[in-house]
């Protein structure tokens, strides 16, 4: 009864608001601008687009045929995806990355053989590996059989039933109705760690079709929530390094490899953003339109393991011009006064990121600080955050970029932290192939992460009080991962939505909507802008674009010098991958002032599996497969979860040795890996 009521305010709320812009239309249609004429033809199309899918949804629910002229056969087309609504929020959101499931997983079978043979360990080797396995020796604790639900810090992927069983306990524990949205970033496959068994194209597609359509399913909205939601919450992919074959290799697009992801998350990317994700594979999920959205980010086009990345100073570089893609998103965010959350698989860090895309990367995440709540991501295996100086970032690349800028920023390269025996360099060599997810040299990373920490505390010092300054910062978070490399994994929070509701809620949503360009005519724009710059030359500018005024005063300086100066000219030009400074009137966001959406708190949950394979060894009856919660990352362990909350948490870790021990324990996720020798 009650949920009859509710669907009917809703749809007597959809028919006046359509009214309201119908009337608008009628009233300003003699007003002369032409520019005021397009917005309003984009107004009529948005009300085609809403009045389809208003009585589409309608006919739908009511299965009746009161409006058959209008239901026609377009509004399936334009049914849900582009104006779907948002369900009312909860302020709570899931992160889980890293699941890794192999689907060659044997339970019983021999650590040796990443878990995929029943064999003495010595068979399972081919010549040679046992060899390269005895010298490097890092096996915490020695163990020969896989268990059914894997094995912490063993080096095997997920197990097909330490999959599934995550994924149904966290859907029970975390249903559609209890949070907002899901981030899930990436690598959705096996490592590519057995000889006898390489990865093909096919199976990690397969198993990536398979996960999504998972998500899919477990996070499903019940039709019984109200009319006009989407199918399910929003979930947003990201690709993870493993998702690619071979693994860290992707080009720009298009190409054959984005149209099937394409088709895999068809359910996860907007429409009007398809032939965005075909060049780039990043893209965006608006969570409330017109106020907050979550950006995924490929990585990979950033990522040093890459060998398609040399670096994000050349035009015809794919991490240039998504550069451009994503300063021209953060633009069009801010003019509409919208928030939003960056995520990826590889976390933008120096270790990770070919440096000029790591510089540039950070620079445009710093200066958009007015909006940019937070940055979520996966790939290390390892909870913890990274403090980065976005200032310092503009001083040393505006810098740069005057003097010339062609400046090999190579020189500027990372000189620790890079020498870990990662999982996912490009060159295949025996290391590589037989310690896929084995944590190898750990706390190697460690030491460069509280160098770190410890620089940023010494800054907060009384005698450095007067310089240092908590907005000069950005703070990236780095998840534990579903793969037992350390415990499983992942991580739920909890962010501000208070006074969100006090207002009218739909009437705030649809202001927002008819205000500006819809994003179907929005990417068009980005698209031919991007190319503009790619293929720049002076002439060839197009109008109206965002950079007019830039142009403009390019082709001033240009007439007057002299032809044969052209060359040195260009290279003077600003580089465009290089961000504007935020506007000085610009308020900072919610990462750094307690406001709408700011992040109050994380849970983090873990399943802790020595113990677990111990109790269903003793008594697999009573055993249940749950998560537990690790710990609780609130303002009763940090004043708050704001950068300003962070730096000074890294004080305490520098000063407060009880408290690093406790940071390391998390890190490690619970394992005791920071105690064990040969970490
Ligand atoms: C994916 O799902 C299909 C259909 O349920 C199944 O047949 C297939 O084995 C699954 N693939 C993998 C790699 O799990
Ligand atoms: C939550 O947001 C409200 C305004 O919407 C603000 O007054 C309050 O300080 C915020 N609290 C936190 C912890 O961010
Ligand atoms: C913060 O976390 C602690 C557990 O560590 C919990 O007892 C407390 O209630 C939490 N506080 C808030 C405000 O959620």
Sequence with gaps: MREKAYQNDETEKYVSQNTNISDEFHADIHKNSSKRKLKLLLTFFLILVLGATYFSKQQALTHSSNSPAVASSQSSELDGKTQRRAKKLTGRFIHITDIHPDPHYV???????????KESSSSAL????????????????KQTKAHKFGDAMQGCDSSMELMQESMKWISQEFPASEIDFIVWTGDNIRHDNDRRIPRTQTEIVEMNKNMSDMFHELWAVPETEGPFLPETIPIIPSLGNNDVFPHNVVDIGPGQFMRTFNNIWASFI?????????????????????????????????????????????????????LIWFGLLMQEFRDRGMKVWITGHVPPIEKNFESSCYQKFNLWCWEYRDLIVGGL???????????INGRDLGERLRGANLENMDLDLQSRQDTVGNTDMSS???????????????????????????????????????????????????????????????????????????????????????????????????????????????HEDYENFGKDTLFTKLKESIMKKGKKKNKKNKKKKKKQKKDKSIPPKMPKDAALGPAYKPQLFSPVSFKQYYLDLPRFNKNLKQSPKDTVFEYDLEYTFNNTQMESLLVDGYLKYCKSLIKDKQLWKKYLKWLFVSTDYENLEDN
């Design 126 to 141: 081919d010549e040679g590996e046992e060899e390269v396995y005895k010298k490097k020796k890092k096996t915490p604790k």
């Design 424 to 534: 996912d360099a490009f060159s295949i060599n025996n290391e590589v192939t037989i310690f896929g997810a084995k944590p190898v040299n750990k706390m190697k990373y460690i030491k460069t992460l509280k160098q770190q920490y410890k620089h940023v505390s010494k800054l907060q010092n009384k005698q450095n009080s007067d310089t240092f300054d908590p907005a000069d910062y950005l703070v990236i978070n780095v998840a534990g991962s579903v793969i037992p490399t350390f415990n499983p994994a992942f991580r739920v929070w909890e962010y501000n939505i208070t006074g969100l509701y006090d207002n009218d809620e739909d009437a705030q949503e649809y202001d927002q909507l008819n205000e500006y360009l819809p994003w179907a005519e929005f990417f068009t724009q980005v698209d031919e802008q991007i190319d503009t710059i790619v």
């Design 270 to 322: 907007p429409e009007e953003q398809q032939r965005s994700f075909d060049r780039f594979m990043s893209f965006f999920q608006e969570i409330i339109p017109g106020k907050l959205a979550v950006l995924s980010i490929n990585t990979l086009h950033f990522y040093k393991s890459n060998p398609l990345v040399d670096n994000c100073n050349d035009k015809d570089q794919a991490g240039y011009q998504m």
């Design 377 to 387: 991501y996966g790939h290390m295996n390892m909870d913890h955050f990274v403090p």
């Design 107 to 117: 339970e019983g079978s021999s650590i040796e053989s990443s878990c995929h043979r």
